[in-house]
Each structure stands twice: as structure tokens, then as C-alpha cells.
Nanobody, 129 residues
Framework: VQLQASGGGLVQAGGSLTLSCAAS????????MGWFRQTPGKEREFVAA????????YYGDSVKGRFTISRDNAKRTVTLQMNSLKVEDTAVYYC???????????????????????WGQGTLVTVSS
């Protein structure tokens, strides 16, 4: 699975941005997907994830209620809709695909970096005050 993240940019606080992750590979639709973010000097932080079926979604506490993750398996894309953006949301955002397919245990491991084998290159989101 190869992943290509896009959609980052500069936005004012309170604004919105939509990130997309385009995937190649026939197993995309069978893998849980996640978004993480990272700022210089800090560890990569969990943002959001959803199960391979798209039926279960998970969010980090700092983005809950503001961000929405979704997937379109026919188009092999995962989208992160970000609303009410804050300066502290500034980071490089990475999409990632679960190392396992049809994994029922994803509900317990979606926050763990090592659960993901495939990573996109990252897209920079900058939120100005």
C-alpha cells in the first residue's frame, strides 16, 4: 500500500481545511486507517482513525468534535475534515494504513504507531492566529 497525503496549507484560526490521503494497492479497503500529526521535537501524535469498514471512528481528545475522518473505499481515499482549527493544530499530518487486514483488534490498537506499517509523506498544516 502506498499513501499520498495532500490538502495541507495555511489557514486562519477558526477556519477549516480538508486533508486527503490517496492509496494505491488492492488491500486498502481491508485496512484500518489513521491520521497522526507531528511538530518539531515532539512525538507523533494520534489524531483520528477508522476501521477497515468505516463503521468505527476514533478521535484524539484534542480534536474530538472538530475533526471528522471518513473513507471512500471505491476511490481508495481517506479524508480528514478539520473545522474550528486552532493554532495548536499546526503540524505535519500523516496518514497511515494498518499493518493487518480485516483486523478486529484495531479498536484496541488504533493509537499505537507500530500498528501501522504504511505511511504517507506528510502534509503541513499551519494555523495562524
Amino acid at each position: 500500500v502506498q499513501l499520498q497525503a495532500s490538502g495541507g496549507g495555511l489557514v486562519q484560526a477558526g477556519g477549516s481545511l480538508t486533508l486527503s490521503c490517496a492509496a494505491s494497492g488492492r488491500t486498502f479497503s481491508s485496512r484500518g486507517m489513521g491520521w497522526f500529526r507531528q511538530t518539531p521535537g515532539k512525538e507523533r501524535e494520534f489524531v483520528a482513525a477508522l476501521s477497515w469498514s468505516g463503521g468505527d471512528t476514533y478521535y484524539g481528545d484534542s480534536v474530538k468534535g472538530r475533526f471528522t475522518i471518513s473513507r471512500d473505499n471505491a476511490k481508495r481515499t481517506v479524508t480528514l475534515q478539520m473545522n474550528s482549527l486552532k493554532v495548536e493544530d499546526t503540524a505535519v499530518y500523516y496518514c497511515a494504513a494498518d499493518s493487518r487486514t480485516f483486523y478486529s483488534g484495531f479498536q484496541y490498537s488504533y493509537k499505537i504507531l507500530s500498528e501501522y506499517e504504511y505511511w504517507g509523506q506528510g502534509t503541513l498544516v499551519t494555523v495562524s492566529s
